[in-house]
């Protein structure tokens, strides 16, 4: 990677489901609906094309599933070294941005909600 | 049916419009999960809508999205230094390839960009004068016949007064002046009759003295002339008193009053500026041929302008009827009058651009094919690479960049070809317009740029991606096994249409290239270095009483032999159509030369008299009988020689009957084909006919400039407004065979490059069809196969191809002279084909016949290991 790129939504929700431990593609909607309340805000299609860049960008691979899923043909999904660390640079750039957001309204005119 | 059954077939149905790559890797488990999805929804007694149509939609918008990334991925790797150096191996290691290719796009990008850069002289020009992108020029177009109508001084008095949108309105004409230096020299000059508003419209001020002012055109002002720098240097030596001093001019003498700096040559290619007469009471539709010129004025464009234009001749059509009901006012771009082109030629540039274009693809998909071989022979390589992590797009850009390298090479070459090309013209160019630019436009060369690029892409990345892809997996796997990458229909199919392609265009090309050259191929039957062509001009009233005298004149002068009056030089022939009656039947048409000529034209010219009489002096009167006699070609190739005298002829549209009464010899001869020799048909120029302003005349002498300088002198002696503009006649026949010799390289050179892509091509295709099967050949052989057996079957299936695409090619070929009447193959459709065809033949045998010896060269015991 030349530089830190900034993440779309369905690509972040990705790599947050597969940072920890493998999932497949249709327990990382699963996981990105519990979430979101049940709006991930994306859909099947959406997410294999996210899957693809996110590989094609060497952000996540493909390992082994678990051995209770063996006789499922389905691809497990892991993050990479390169994975983790973008997606720790994009938290902490949401964090920079979160930060200045509350600051902003906190200190609004009209004081804004807490 | 269940909601897992729609939404599965949904997605399945949606994935076929998913770029292939993505349908084959990703598509089934995008379905399983969308089954999984929807079964879930199903088990939790979700309702189905809104899940339904918002899964459509996104399986729609995603494959608009995989389609974008599919096309933007492949630009994604950069082309590296590494690349670009690999690329320039290649173009070593392939040298056929460069080459042949490297040839093809070059002759293509040269044609391409010199139209192009034609194109931009003509339609869009730099002016170089202060605003000259906002000079333009005005004039009555016929709507009948499609023609400029220049005798417009009534519409450009008109115009000056009301026109809003345009400003500065000047006139001029362009007339012909003998410059007579006393008793010592007489130059034929262009001088420009120009309204005094000419030189605001320039806005260039004298060097020395003043412009011309309104005064200068009022009746019985003093004769005056601004002169150019040239002019100032040569004939005045540059002399600081020159205003005031005398410039002879026709019949009057002028004034200087202003020098105009260097290079100011407003409004075409001028030295000299009179005053222009105007005619204040001049009916419509006559007066002189003018050009009418104006600046557009603040905050106007030529739409604007034309808008007004329009109205002020609508209103012109409806006051006079008579003169203004065909006639369409246009404002166009400065240099279009100059040009005879009219707002619609504008619009045509693009198409033509285009269609001439098409010419570099035709090339560059040839060059694909070749490419395409040579990646073929690749695959094992690409197929390792991408084993070893390479992306299809690395690959596809590796061959882009090999491409680009010697697309650039190629079009920098081709680019230098015209230049060169310019610079030529450059230095035949002896009067050029002040616009004239004989350096390449940066517009070409962003176009050749541009071209360069698209010739890179049709020829790597096209092959390239042909040929990567899933095929490279595959190809991997023959990789491994030893054996070569199967190419399929495909390779048989470019095989047939290669060969098609070179059986029918070839010939074509040779046909309609040597039909073009052959007529060239003309000698005079005279010789050409004793005679001198001059041509004159002036006002028409004084023209019958100059050719008198002048007849008078040069038969007293020594340096003559004889002289002609003629409508058309030797060498400079006008086509036109006839009818002869042929006994009681209906007359014959034919389409012959014609020319007007006095009745001592073919004793000047020495042309014998074959049967019955030449001209003679009573003929020219005007009462005599209509005669005409015709030559040789004539009398063998259109009537027959028996029976000819006293047959008539007319000259179509419609003339009177012109009666044969004599046949001569041809003035012209073919030593290739005696058919070749232009039918010509003789009238005789009557006493005071207007067309006769040609003469033609036998020096005693070698010196013709010498002679050119007497003729003049007698001119300007006989009528000093009557200028006569000569040249050699041997210049004519020189300017023919220049033009016979740029043809023949030419056409030469298309051959050459035709012939060149259309061989390596088809050597190209079938030799690796045949390499193909080389391990096959050995395996064959280890098992017991007849090597003469097997070497047939190796050609048969080679040979089958290529028949199929000689087959048709010539169908092609027939199919294509039959619509063109003819005219595609021009009669020599037999000997071309066969020619073609044995060369085909013969590319092909040799083609296959590398690739089979290596076959039979191969160790059985090797090729059976390999299986």
């Known amino acids: 990677m030349d530089g830190p790129i900034s993440l779309r939504a369905v690509e972040l929700h990705v790599l947050l489901s597969v940072v920890d431990r493998p999932r497949h593609g249709y327990a990382i909607l699963q996981e990105a609906e519990e979430r979101t309340g049940g709006q991930p805000g994306f859909e099947i299609p959406t997410l294999y094309r996210a899957l693809r860049r996110l590989r094609d960008a060497g952000l996540i691979h493909v390992v082994d599933g678990p051995a209770a899923d063996a006789g499922e043909r389905r691809e497990y999904w892991e993050a990479t070294a390169l994975g983790r660390k973008t997606l720790r640079a994009e938290l902490t750039r949401l964090e920079s941005l979160v930060a200045i957001g509350r600051a902003r309204i906190g200190h609004s005119p009209s004081g804004g909600r807490k | 049916m269940s909601l897992v059954a729609i939404a599965s077939a949904m997605a399945r149905a949606c994935l076929l419009l998913y770029p292939p790559a993505f349908r084959r890797e990703w598509g089934a488990a995008l379905t399983a999960d969308i ?102 020029g005005l004039e009555n177009w016929d709507r009948q016949t499609h023609r400029e109508q220049r005798h417009s001084l009534y519409d450009f008095l008109i115009w000056r007064s009301e026109l809003k949108s345009v400003e500065d309105l000047m006139a001029f004409r362009s007339v012909a002046r003998n410059l007579i230096d006393g008793d010592r020299s007489v130059e034929h000059v262009m001088v420009a009759e120009m309204t005094p508003s000419g030189f605001a419209l320039a806005r260039v001020p004298p060097l020395t003295g003043r412009t011309l002012i ?83 004025a603040e905050g106007m464009s030529l739409d604007s302008a034309q808008a007004e234009l329009t109205v002020l ?33 504008g619009s045509e540039l693009g198409l033509m651009n285009f269609a001439v274009s098409l010419i570099l693809i035709v090339v560059c998909a040839n060059v694909a094919i070749l490419v395409y071989a040579r990646t073929a022979a690749r695959m094992g390589e690409f197929a390792v690479r991408g084993a070893l992590g390479a992306s299809r797009a690395r690959i596809v850009a590796q061959m882009f960049a090999e491409s680009l390298v010697l697309t650039t090479v190629a079009g920098a070459v081709g680019l230098l070809v015209v230049q060169l090309l310019l610079m030529e013209a450059r230095r035949l160019h002896r009067a050029p317009e002040f616009w004239r630019d004989y350096s390449l436009p940066p517009s070409a060369v962003l176009y050749a740029a541009g071209l360069i690029v698209l010739a890179a892409v049709i020829t790597g990345v096209i092959p390239a991606l042909q040929s990567t892809g899933r095929r490279l997996q595959i190809n991997l796997i023959h990789f491994n096994y030893g054996a070569a990458p199967k190419l399929g229909r495909v390779w048989s199919g470019l095989i047939v249409v290669q060969v098609a392609l070179a059986v029918a265009v070839v010939p074509i090309v040779i046909a309609l290239g040597w039909s073009q050259m052959r007529e060239l191929v003309t000698a005079p039957a005279f010789v050409p270095e004793q005679y001198l062509a001059a041509g004159l001009a002036g006002p028409q009233e004084r023209m019958a009483r100059t050719r008198a005298e002048l007849v008078r004149r040069l038969g007293a002068e020594p340096t003559f032999a004889n002289h002609s009056f003629v409508s058309e030089l030797p060498g400079q022939p006008r086509e036109g159509r006839i009818s002869i009656q042929q006994g ?55 009537t027959g020689t028996a029976g000819i005298l006293g047959r008539h002829v007319r000259f179509l549209p419609a003339s009177r009957a012109y009666e044969i009464v004599g046949i001569v010899d041809n003035i012209e001869a073919s030593p290739l084909d005696r058919a070749l020799e232009r039918p010509t048909v003789y009238r005789v120029l009557k006493g005071g006919e207007q067309a006769g302003r040609e ?79 080389t391990r096959e050949i050995a395996i064959r052989l280890a098992l017991g196969a007849r090597a003469p057996q097997l070497l047939g079957h190796v050609f048969a299936r080679a040979m089958r191809q290529i028949a199929i695409g000689i087959a048709t090619g010539i169908v092609l070929a027939l199919l294509l002279d039959a619509s063109a009447d003819g005219e595609a193959l021009m009669g020599y459709g037999g000997p071309l084909l066969s020619a073609m065809v044995g060369i085909v033949a013969i590319i092909g045998v040799l083609a296959a016949m590398g690739p089979a010896r290596r076959g039979f060269r191969i160790d059985p015991v090797a090729a059976l290991r390999g299986e």
């Not at chain 2, 033609?696 to 300007?716: F, G, K, M, W, Y």
Request: neutral net charge; aromatic residues 10%; glycine residues 8%.
């Open chain 2, 35 to 136: 089954c999984h999805r929807a079964s879930d929804i199903t088990g939790q007694g979700l309702r189905a809508f809104p899940w339904l149509p918002r899964l459509f939609a996104s399986l729609l918008a995603n494959a608009v999205g995989a389609w974008v990334e599919a096309a933007s991925g492949l630009t994604r790797p950069s082309i590296s230094w590494l690349d670009l150096r690999l690329a320039l191996r290649m173009l070593v290691k392939y040298p056929g390839l460069t080459l042949t290719g490297g040839c093809g796009i070059a002759v293509a990008m040269a044609i391409v960009v010199g139209f192009f850069s034609m194109n931009h002289w003509y339609f869009n020009p730099r002016v170089p004068l202060h605003e000259g992108n906002r000079l333009v």
């Open chain 2, 214 to 296: 309104e005064a200068d055109t009022a009746p019985g002002a003093a004769p005056v002339v601004v002169i150019g720098y040239d002019v100032w240097r040569t004939r005045f030596g540059s002399a600081p008193d020159i205003v005031g001093r005398t410039v002879r001019l026709g019949g009057a003498v002028h004034t200087v009053v202003g020098v105009m700096p260097e290079d100011f040559a407003f409004p075409v290619n001028h030295r000299f500026w009179l005053p222009l007469p105007i005619d204040h009471d001049v009916r419509p539709g006559t007066g002189p041929e003018i050009y009418v010129s104006g600046r557009l």
């Open chain 2, 695 to 773: 003469i033609v005349v036998r020096l005693n002498t070698v010196d013709q400039t010498a002679a050119a300088t007497t003729l003049r002198r007698i001119v300007a002696s006989v009528d000093p407004w009557v200028t006569v503009d000569t040249i050699p006649l041997s210049d004519i026949y020189r300017a023919r065979r220049f033009l016979f010799n740029a043809a023949a390289v030419a056409i030469a050179v298309a051959v050459s490059c035709v012939l060149l892509l259309s061989a390596a091509g088809v050597y190209a295709l079938v030799s690796f069809t045949v390499a193909q099967r």
């Open chain 2, 584 to 638: 009681l039947s209906v007359p014959v048409e034919a389409t012959v030369q014609t020319a007007a000529v006095d009745s001592s034209f073919f004793r000047t010219m020495a042309v014998a008299s074959v049967a019955g009489r030449s001209f003679v002096s009573s003929d020219e009167d005007e009462h005599a009988a209509d005669v005409v006699v015709v030559d040789r070609a004539f009398a063998e190739r259109i």
């Open chain 2, 313 to 345: 001749g609508k209103r012109l059509e409806g006051q006079l009827p008579g003169t203004h009901a065909q006639l369409r006012p246009e404002v166009l771009p400065y240099t279009y009058p100059f040009a005879g082109m009219s707002r619609a030629s």
